[in-house]
């Protein structure tokens, strides 16, 4: 099993972040409902104003080739069209659990 984690900060106002996080969010915790090759998908909002990064996801799949299938599935890039015009930085690790 893989564990795919990301994080995102977004650009704009406090405001513009927490609304394009939980835009983005919602499209997510459908993914599992539409993509085949997701087993899992966990989405939280940072809380902590203290910290810059504004989304995390965590997201479990079979292998890295599923993760792959996801990542080019139609949903999931409808979803990423959410965040394109906001997203400042993204850090990815994937690995075997």
Not at 24 to 48: C, W
Not at 84 to 89: H, L, M, N, Q, T
Request: with cysteine; proline share 4%; hydrophobic share 45%.
């Amino acid at each position: 099993m893989v564990k795919h984690i990301v994080t995102f900060k977004f650009k704009g106002t406090a405001e513009e972040r927490q609304d394009v996080a939980r835009r983005f969010m919602e499209a997510l915790i459908q993914l599992p409902d539409e993509i085949e090759e997701l087993i899992s998908m966990e989405v939280g909002i940072n809380e902590n104003p203290a910290e810059s990064w504004d989304l995390v996801l965590t997201a479990t799949a079979a292998s890295l080739d599923d993760v792959a299938k996801y990542s080019a599935h139609p949903a999931h890039m409808a979803a990423v069209k959410i965040i394109a015009p906001y997203k400042e930085e993204r850090a990815c690790v994937d690995y075997t659990a």
